[in-house]
């Protein structure tokens, strides 16, 4: 099972490109992708000698890094050298591609413990409809630690779900923080009354937060939810530090302050200094299953089921369980993984079902282990003769 296809790594072959291929391969050989990669130059203002010149050195270099991620055990397709605009060139070519990550570096060094961001990567996360990881500099895949900002939009329910399946790849912690806005004190004269409206907020969002979460599956992950009033872009700032967060999963289309974080007047509270890694998901989801249609044995179907169905994929586990059934009807253990899958997406009836009728099988099987083993102690012979 592969949890994506393809992931874009951008490269302009600099001092910290060796940082980004790693970890983006990395990455790649997690998820079971194949890695595209890119380089992007601007040669329109040079002479032809100095082109051929410049790419037969940079296909040269692009071919040692792919054999060197080939090398590390994951599929890397043939280099790409597009000639443009950096941010321009990267956005086509991930759509060209349909790839499911595009995965760039972050920006440049502030001079303290912190960095910037960019113009380059403001300019890919605001153009492309793909999920963009931006990796900051002198960070590793070790992830411990994630945060997932939620709204209640689409958009943070398709972040959340993919913070919950990289939780669970990297198995880490992941937070889950919903900030909302709450009333201020100049528009109430009455103190009282004040106390009483921002009581009543605060029960209206944590309902509203428990009703989003409650059709969620968190199973078999490390989680927390916080709730807090204030400034989206304060508070989110404050529990990465203070949560030491490694990896910061978002939607960046939605109908609060969150959504602008990338993309309106509060982008510069959060980005001027880095404060880690980041996804940024818009329309388009980062998860894409990739299910091997090719195998045909009743193990292979089995650990893939069982794998799908520990990711919280439902739909995809029953598909192979049923696979599993359809190579051997009496396979029990299928039959308990779809009665399982049932049983966690609320539908009893069905669980039952499934449930009874591996009891079934498995008495049947027993029944003939017995009839077997009786067999085996006596000879036809005209008649049963015990064997002593």
Same mark, same amino acid.
């Given at each position: ?43 329109? =203002? ?61 920006? =440049? ?280």
């Amino acid at each position: 099972m592969k949890l994506l296809e393809k992931i874009l790594i951008a490269t302009d072959l600099g001092p910290a490109s060796e940082e980004i291929i790693k970890n983006g391969s990395d990455l790649a050989k997690l998820l079971g992708a194949k890695v595209v990669l890119l380089y992007v130059l601007d040669l329109t =203002n040079e002479n032809p000698k100095i082109q051929e010149f410049i790419l037969k050195a940079t296909n040269t270099q692009l071919h040692r890094i792919k054999d060197e991620i080939i090398n590390k055990g994951v599929e890397c397709e043939e280099p790409i050298i597009a000639n443009g605009s950096s941010y321009n060139e990267i956005v086509k070519e991930a759509s060209i591609n349909d790839v499911n990550l595009i995965f760039i570096g972050s920006g =440049n060094e502030t001079g303290k413990p912190t960095y910037s961001l960019g113009l380059n990567a403001k300019k890919i996360i605001q153009k492309t409809k793909i999920p963009v990881w931006v990796n900051k500099p002198n960070s590793t895949l070790k992830i411990k630690n994630i945060l997932c900002p939620i709204d209640f939009s689409d958009s943070s329910a398709l972040a959340l779900k993919n913070a919950i399946v990289l939780s669970k790849k990297f198995n880490a912690k992941l937070s889950i923080l919903n900030v909302y806005e709450s009333v201020h004190p100049v528009d109430y004269l009455d103190i009282h009354y004040l106390e009483k409206e921002i009581e009543n907020e605060r029960k209206i969002n944590e309902s509203d937060f428990h009703d989003f979460l409650s059709q969620i599956d968190f199973r078999n992950i490390k989680f927390e939810t916080i709730l807090l009033s204030g400034f989206p872009d304060v508070e989110i700032l404050n529990a990465i530090k203070e949560r030491k967060i490694d990896l910061l999963i978002m939607g960046t289309t939605g109908k609060s302050g969150i959504a602008k974080l990338f993309l309106g007047s509060t982008t510069e509270k959060v980005i001027r200094e880095l404060p880690c890694s980041f996804i940024t998901t818009k329309s388009k989801d980062l998860i894409k299953l990739v299910i091997e249609t090719k195998m045909n044995d009743i193990d292979t179907h089995f650990r893939e089921a069982e794998l799908l169905f520990n990711d919280g994929f439902f739909e995809k586990a029953l598909q192979e369980y049923n696979l599993c059934l359809d190579i051997d009807p009496m396979h029990i253990r299928s039959l308990k993984g779809i009665a399982s899958v049932y049983d966690v997406i609320g539908d009893k009836k069905k669980a039952k079902y499934y449930l009874n009728l591996a009891d079934e099988v498995y008495k049947h099987m027993w029944d003939e282990k017995i009839e077997k083993e009786v067999r085996k102690n006596y000879q036809v012979k005209g008649d049963f003769r015990l064997h002593h």
